[in-house]
């Protein structure tokens, strides 16, 4: 009976450190993703007072807003440019600031892609691309139209009519 016992234990042990090990990812998980979205609504927050200063003085808005942009990470800041769920008020001067600084950058990750990760870098990088009025953006989007993967489409932006991109093919540009 003891070793039916022993052999209980150790199983009981095995599972108690697979959950603990499971639970404690979890929620560190949850913590890094709480902490980023806070930081998303902190700069949402901070760009539209700045935004609305800087309209309000019409000299040195682009820098204020560059000033506060360039504290972000950039991540960040293409997180913010690339989201279509921000209003264009937001996503315009982000995406405009993205593009003075990793513009070079964007149009790499927009020519191509090569799998699934760098697939939603480049629908990322012709978003941003297409907000900030970039003049190769519409050699990029034909591009994309072009590419063999038919993950990636295209779509006329209801707002501004500038063009952005997604994964979705059943939305392809007429």
């Known amino acids: 009976m003891s070793e039916v016992n022993g052999v209980l234990l150790s199983i009981f042990g095995v ?28 700069v949402e927050r901070l760009l539209d007072r700045r935004l609305r200063e800087a309209a309000a003085e019409l000299e040195g808005g682009e820098a204020v807003v560059s000033a506060t942009l360039r504290r972000l990470p950039r991540g ?60 190769r953006t519409l050699e990029l989007l034909s591009m994309a139209t072009r590419d063999s993967d038919t993950e990636v489409g295209v779509q006329r932006s209801r707002s501004s009519g500038a063009c952005v991109t997604w994964a979705r093919p059943s939305c392809w540009c007429r």
């Open 15 to 42: 599972v108690l450190l697979a959950w603990t090990g499971i639970s404690a990812f979890v929620v560190a998980s949850r913590a890094i993703y709480d902490r980023r979205r806070r930081s998303l609504r902190r």
């Open 76 to 135: 960040t800041v293409e997180r913010v440019a690339a989201d279509r769920s921000n209003p264009e008020w937001l996503a315009e001067p982000v995406a405009r600031f993205a593009v003075e600084c990793w513009g070079e950058r964007l149009v790499r990750s927009a020519e191509g892609h090569t799998g699934e990760a760098t697939r939603w870098r480049r629908v990322a990088a012709v978003q941003i691309l297409a907000r900030a009025g970039h003049p």
